[in-house]
């Protein structure tokens, strides 16, 4: 697709959207019909997507069914205990919509989504199904020979499945194609920092979330354009808003309404946890040496602090409250699934390093599925009114 | 049986010796601070209790205090607590019992403080919440922690590179970290004889748990099958006194299985074994006492259950050995239950049906626990399939009594065993 065409940032947004709901993957079965290689599927938060691009398979984000999808048989999978991402997942793989993965990747984030790579494997015993054991401990020697050897395991696999072969070029080209996908997400993440009235989130979100199942060849230039096309809306003006950081959606993605609604209810997201693995990497990832020993040391070393990583010589949300300060936010709404327990674990602790530093907060819950927004949205409301009063005085 | 639901709870002999093993330990853990002894905070799934024994640390267990805190009636005022102090109702209630019992001047099992931690040894087996949870331990407390990350059996199998990794970690991170807290060096003979010890008694412990294989069963291998595994699974593994427990209850049940005799209930002996189930899930603690009588005024006996396997897989011929020790602590964290895969937890609790003659099986569905929650609904239907014999599916949480709704449970339960009844009727069953 020629992104060129599109004259309005949300224009471009709209038909991002379209094709993230698009719940057959028809992006992904076109690309299949000109590659030899595997489409391979992976739950959030993050995967080494170049290796996967090295070896000419296709990366995919699973991020659920949203709000658009009918839970049939999913439901009989899952406890009502248990959040809606497994449900809806489980949903997709069993009506078809996922028939053209060859494969899918299962990161380490919760016992939840773990158990879920096990129902897989029992289900879709002909594809490649693979947990990803990431590791918790971030010693070069130890866990990063752990993850490295992982990462081999992996890339074998994908040989099975109709990858090319593991070679250090190949690999350190996608490293660097991907880079620059990173790059223009950052630069994306900048402007709504500085002009967050140009790059409303609930337009941004589509067009990242698209990013995610669309070769990354079409993803730079769609993001790309968007910058452009958002960056030149001259449009649109700022609006007396609350600037604030969304946090605890890493997992499950919250409804587009509902961001939409935190909009309406007066917010400027500045800073979120949405489709994590754009940003899990701080920075490009080094071209220089070995391309699969510098993976992953960037998984190691430059990773954000994700409720999903053990922290132990940090203090629980310093980060967070480094985000709060590097996106000028003036509150933090905690948005986390229902019975997600990273963030719901991680929230407590969080909460406590804002509240040292004096940093207003707001939290509720919300199902990817989830439909009504009238309460959250006045609790949003009323917490953006009263940054704006505090600020004031 | 006598129906007495409120007089004292018939206890065996090994419960009665259990019990003082569990006072004198809790009676050292109170006097610590003026013995000086050190404590490590640790987990039950993984727990490395040779290794912390031979540096001459104390283990404390939080997930014990929690379900013994549910078992007193005080899991209630503690989730409480920990609620008031902003942690999410949806959470795990151990994590929150932990906190809340914690907050509340950390009065352990027995009446008695428990000791601040010299060191917290999160060995994240099987369960993301034990990660969550130290991190929110170590902003109680100032002490050294360490963490072992034990990877999954995401492919239903351990790798020399797991193997390798744990080991290292072992190596480098925890036995370092042990030794400065403790001030001891890492001593492999003192922990080789250790392991020698556990060995001893895990034999025996896994000959106890099979002893339900007979007709009747000598045991309840879930409710009563808790009381067994609680010296190996806490404290006392690698211990003379763990070895003397386990043979003296070994004794124990070659001599009800000489008498003919089932399985010991609080409320008296179960005379006539009705049904035989195996059991998924951990046990609700805060109506332990309830649910039990629920099974046993339905003479159900649980054979084989996979709580009793979440400390350590032995029944498929683990054991802990003394010629390699790190690598034997390596496997045994690897090995237990909520570290296998689901098609292994299928595959096991498949075998147990078949291998100890169970008319069906039943999973006890807690809400707190994802580890052991997510995917069961799942494993009803994969292992009915497998066996052919009905599964039921009862839900309740670990130490929230909120969630112990008795009626619905005793409902479903009753039915459950009907339908038993139907399948023997149409010539279905063991």
Known sequence: MSWELFRGASELAARAEEIYRDYRLTAVREWKKTSSGPAIGYMPIYVPRELLHAQGALSVGILGGGDDLEIIRGDAFYQSYICHIPRSTIELGLNGSLDCLDGMLFPAICDVIRNLSGIWRMQFPDKLVRYLDVPQNFDRDLGGAFYRRELEELSRELVEHRGKPYGENALRRSIATFNENRGVVRDLYALRRKEPWKVPTSELYCALRASLVVPVEESTPMLRRYLHLAEGASDRSPMDQARVVFTGSFCEQPPLGLIKSLERAGCYIVEDDFLQIHRFLRHDVSLEGDPLDNLVNAFLEDAIASPTRYIDRDEKGRDLLERVKTSGAEGVLFGAPSFCDPALLDQPMVVKALEREGVPWTAFKYSENGGQFQVIREQAGTFADSIKLWSES | ?430
């Open chain 2, 1 to 430: 049986m006598t129906e007495s639901p409120r007089r004292e709870a018939q206890k065996d002999t090994s419960q009665l010796r259990q019990k003082e093993m569990l006072a004198e330990h809790f009676g050292r853990l109170a006097r610590a601070e003026e013995t000086g002894e050190k404590s490590a905070y640790t987990f039950v799934p993984g727990n490395l209790t040779e290794l912390i024994r031979s540096f001459d640390l104390l283990p404390v267990l939080p997930e014990i205090n929690a379900l013994q805190s549910g078992m007193r009636g005080k899991s209630r005022e503690y989730i409480a607590v920990a609620e008031r102090l902003g942690h999410s109702e949806d959470v795990c209630t151990y994590v929150k019992s932990d906190i809340g019992m914690m907050k509340s001047g950390n009065v352990g099992p027995t009446g008695e403080r428990l000791p601040s931690p010299s060191v917290l040894l999160l060995s994240y087996t099987g369960c993301f919440t034990f990660l969550k949870w130290f991190e929110l331990l170590k902003e109680e407390y100032h002490c050294p922690i360490v963490m072992l990350h034990v990877p999954y059996q995401g492919d239903g199998k351990v790798t020399e590179s797991m193997r390798t990794y744990v080991v290292d970690q072992l190596r480098r991170k925890v036995i370092p970290v042990l030794e400065e807290v403790s001030g001891r060096a890492y001593d492999e003979d003192r922990l080789k004889e250790a392991l020698s010890l556990s060995a001893k008694a895990e034999d025996d412990l896994v000959w106890v748990l099979e002893s339900a294989k007979n007709r009747p069963s000598p045991i309840d291998a879930y409710f009563g099958g808790v009381y067994y595994i609680g010296p190996m699974f806490s404290a006392f593994r690698g211990t003379e006194a763990a070895v003397e427990y386990y043979q003296s209850l070994r004794s124990e049940v070659e001599q009800r299985i000489a008498e003919g005799r089932g399985p010991l209930t609080p409320d008296g002996e179960l005379e006539n074994e009705r049904y035989r189930v195996v059991v998924e899930g951990p046990p609700n603690w805060t109506s332990f006492r309830e649910f039990w009588k629920m099974f046993a005024d339905e003479g159900a006996v649980v054979v084989a259950s996979t709580y009793t396997k979440v400390g350590g897989v032995y029944d498929t011929g683990f054991r802990h050995d003394p010629r390699h020790p790190l690598e034997t602590l390596a496997d045994y964290c690897m090995g237990c239950y909520t570290n296998l895969s689901l098609p292994q937890r299928v595959a096991m609790l498949a075998r147990y049906v078949t291998d100890y003659r169970a008319d069906g099986f039943l999973i006890n569905s807690v809400k707190s626990c994802n580890s052991f929650s997510a995917g069961q609904l799942h494993i009803l239907r994969e292992v009915e399939n497998r066996v052919g014999r009905p599964g039921g599916f009862i839900e309740s949480d670990l130490v929230d009594p909120r969630y112990f709704s008795a009626s619905n449970i005793k409902n479903r339960l009753e039915s459950y065993f009907q339908m038993i009844e139907q399948k023997r009727s149409a010539g279905v069953g063991a």
